[in-house]
T-cell receptor, first 118, second 116 residues
């Protein structure tokens, strides 16, 4: 099956620092990757859609200057949380979609990155 | 505005019995639906999906039913096993049949516990 990895799996940082999270599709190419965040006991909320070679599309309410997304290749997207603050502490999950087959829209998710900002 | 709703936060089932997880949606533009299983501190794992042109899709112990007129879908797990215990999310996509990929909108999740 399609495998998506994330690195790091967890990170603790001081307030004001920047944190970069990598998302890789290991055995398929993904022209589109998605970044989600999940607060405890809540659903996954889409933050942005990352398209290879172009600017990301951010959901309403998500600050694009704070959450920088780069999708430099068909297998790698990065999310950088700039000047992180305690309220940015969350579980960040990426997903990737392989080339679309007729009628299929499956997204495969990474294992997630737990961010704790002190 | 919660466009995808899972009204049951939890479900408890005996091993061997059927588990039925429900999901309702409000956006009539949704045309593709997916179910994911998630353990704490892990990413969701894809289980099964269904296009709006179908009303049923089956894969092993998992069957998804779609009732478009009611804007309702359900996931049936038969027989349920203790290893099925996890959080189950339904998700929906709009305009999935077009050339661009539809983003997923998730429900709140249902915690399934299967007792031995």
């Amino acid at each position: 099956g399609a495998v998506v990895s994330q690195h790091p799996s967890w990170v603790i940082c001081k307030s004001g620092t920047s944190v970069k999270i990598e998302c890789r599709s290991l055995d398929f190419q993904a022209t589109t990757m998605f970044w989600y965040r999940q607060f405890p006991k809540q659903s996954l909320m889409l933050m942005a859609t990352s398209n290879e070679g172009s600017k990301a599309t951010y959901e309403q309410g998500v600050e694009k200057d704070k959450f920088l997304i780069n999708h430099a290749s068909l297998t790698l997207s990065t999310l950088t949380v700039t000047s992180a603050h305690p309220e940015d502490s969350s579980f960040y999950i990426c997903s990737a979609s392989p080339a679309r087959l007729a009628g299929e829209e499956t997204q495969y998710f990474g294992p997630g990155t737990r961010l704790l900002v002190l | 505005d919660q466009q995808v709703k899972q009204n049951s936060p939890s479900l408890s089932v005996q091993e061997g019995r059927i588990s039925i997880l429900n999901c309702d949606y409000t956006n009539s533009m949704f045309d593709y639906f997916l179910w994911y299983k998630k353990y704490p501190a892990e990413g969701p794992t894809f289980l099964i999906s269904i296009s709006s042109i179908k009303d049923k899709n089956e894969d092993g112990r998992f069957t998804v039913f779609l009732n478009k007129s009611a804007k309702h879908l359900s996931l049936h797990i038969v027989p349920s096993q203790p290893g099925d215990s996890a959080v189950y999310f339904c998700a929906a996509a709009a305009n999935a049949g077009g050339t661009s990929y539809g983003k997923l909108t998730f429900g709140q999740g249902t915690i399934l516990t299967v007792h031995p």
